[in-house]
């Protein structure tokens, strides 16, 4: 099993590409919408197949991509621009990149780009920034929060996720963000809460559905208390 592609709703495909170099899922995620398709992420260089394999899937190719969406510059989120020939690609200033990306940083702290709303959040990297795509209430949150290299949940790729969330209850109670972190951490959760998300898509394995407003909740009192 190299990679797994599901619809998370309507509109969007997520693809989480295994990448047994770094033992972890990692995801890029694919929007329809009346302007074109949307890419949200891209995994590693060398994940291009995967890419092109799950554009197929779906009926598309590269080229449908007129925008690409990029949380953070790290290579598992980078690597497949050079693909997306067509795309207006996009990630915060603050971020470094590799030179031959073409990715544009030009996002601001906050602010709209076509159907989707962002924040920078700041922390994992400097000009970590979360989008939401408010049609369908889907947050998208990078490495902000993600389920690195855990297995996905009973319940699929898309689902509710307890077991996630459990683990990242745990680990956040067990100082899993340096204390030094915790205001900023604290403060991108608040952000994430505030769009009130239906659905939360992650950088690296499950996609959460559904409660997400007790989630959030539940991190920030434990993050609060910590402080
Ligand atoms: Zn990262
Ligand atoms: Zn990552």
């Known amino acids: 099993m190299d990679y797994l592609l599901e619809?998370?709703?309507?509109?969007i495909d997520v693809l989480a590409v295994w990448d047994a170099e770094?033992?972890?899922y990692t995801n890029a995620y694919f929007i329809q919408e009346d302007a074109g398709l949307t890419v949200v992420d891209s995994c590693k260089e060398g994940h291009l197949e995967f890419l092109r394999h799950s554009l197929n899937k779906i009926g598309k190719t590269a080229d449908d991509v007129k925008l690409m969406l990029v949380t953070h510059g790290h290579e598992d989120h980078v690597g497949g621009?050079?693909?997306?020939t067509k795309a207006r690609k996009v990630i915060h200033a603050d971020e470094t990149l590799p030179a031959e990306s073409f990715i544009s940083g030009e996002l601001l702290d906050r602010g709209t780009i076509g159907d989707y709303e962002y924040t920078r959040v700041g922390y994992h990297?400097?000009?970590?920034v979360i989008f939401f795509h408010r049609p369908t209430r889907t947050l998208f949150t990078g490495d902000f929060l993600c389920f690195f290299g855990d297995p996905l949940s009973d319940g699929g790729l898309v689902s509710k996720g307890e077991e996630l969330r459990q683990a990242w209850i745990e680990f956040l109670q067990c100082g899993g963000v340096a204390k030094v972190d915790l205001p900023v951490f604290l403060n991108g959760l608040r952000?994430?809460?505030e769009y009130d998300p239906d659905v939360m898509c992650t950088g690296h394995g499950g996609v959460l559905v559904g409660d997400l407003d007790v989630f959030l909740e539940e991190l920030i009192t434990i993050g609060d208390a910590d402080k």
């Open 7 to 11: 619809q998370v709703n309507d509109q």
């Open 22 to 24: 770094w033992n972890t």
């Open 81 to 84: 621009a050079p693909l997306f």
């Open 125 to 128: 990297s400097p000009g970590s």
């Open 191 to 193: 952000m994430m809460k």
